[in-house]
T-cell receptor, first 114, second 111 residues
Framework: NAGVTQTPKFRVLKTGQSMTLLCAQD?????MYWYRQDPGMGLRLIHY???????AKGEVPDGYNVSRLKKQNFLLGLESAAPSQTSVYFC?????????????FGPGTRLTVT | RKEVEQDPGPFNVPEGATVAFNCTYS??????FFWYRQDCRKEPKLLMS???SGNEDGRFTAQLNRASQYISLLIRDSKLSDSATYLC????????????FGSGTRLQVQP
């Protein structure tokens, strides 16, 4: 049982390049989330999904797109990377039937945009 | 104003000390409250939920004051392994089950 995994772990992009971050969970969770974490700031929600085939915007969605074609996977895309997107990206998942409740996080992807 | 505010620290304490962290939240409609722990360059992990009546888990005690919109975490008999950043987290319990994170309080326990 791997929990939540993320690939890649590290990436350096040039401004304008695109990339996709992959999140996978094997806990059969309905809910999945993408957060970014910047120094001195709490984790901020980028996009989330409440089930296969559904996605919605979070607090800071601009410059990102997501897809949830399979229940176990949640992809985060950057179409044209900007230096402001340098951050640590965390994926998380949770059960759907608990109020609030625990979210399980992946190990993170450290992205640098130059 | 941030939705969840914490003193960033660092709190430097000797082993065996008792240390307390506080957190305030701005949205009175918040329903669920948690403390997460994040080790350096690692992902956050749930430490404990916070209940209105207060709750304890070993050396850790969490308390909630809804009237003052204030959450606390008390760590007794600090261990070196307690060194980490402690994140105060609240949830609106809306359909998306999203969490709002404080920026964290860093604790360094020294030998």
């Amino acid at each position: 049982n791997a929990g939540v995994t993320q690939t890649p772990k590290f990436r350096v992009l040039k401004t304008g390049q695109s990339m996709t971050l992959l999140c996978a969970q094997d806990m059969n969770h309905e809910y999945m989330y993408w957060y970014r974490q910047d120094p001195g700031m709490g984790l901020r929600l980028i996009h989330y999904s409440v089930g296969e085939g559904t996605t919605a915007k979070g607090e800071v969605p601009d410059g990102y797109n997501v897809s949830r074609l399979k229940k176990q996977n949640f992809l985060l895309g950057l179409e044209s990377a900007a230096p402001s997107q340098t951050s640590v990206y965390f994926c998380a998942s949770s059960f759907s039937d608990r109020a609030g409740g625990e979210q399980y996080f992946g190990p993170g992807t450290r992205l640098t945009v130059t | 104003r941030k939705e969840v505010e914490q003193d960033p620290g660092p709190f430097n304490v000797p082993e065996g000390a008792t240390v307390a962290f506080n957190c305030t939240y701005s949205n009175s409609a918040s329903q669920s409250f948690f403390w997460y722990r994040q080790d350096c360059r690692k992902e956050p992990k749930l430490l404990m939920s916070v209940y209105s009546s207060g709750n304890e888990d070993g050396r850790f005690t969490a308390q909630l004051n809804r009237a003052s919109q204030y959450i606390s975490l008390l760590i007794r008999d600090s261990k070196l392994s307690d060194s980490a950043t402690y994140l105060c987290v609240v949830s609106m319990d809306t359909g998306r089950r999203a969490l709002t994170f404080g920026s964290g309080t860093r604790l360094q326990v020294q030998p």
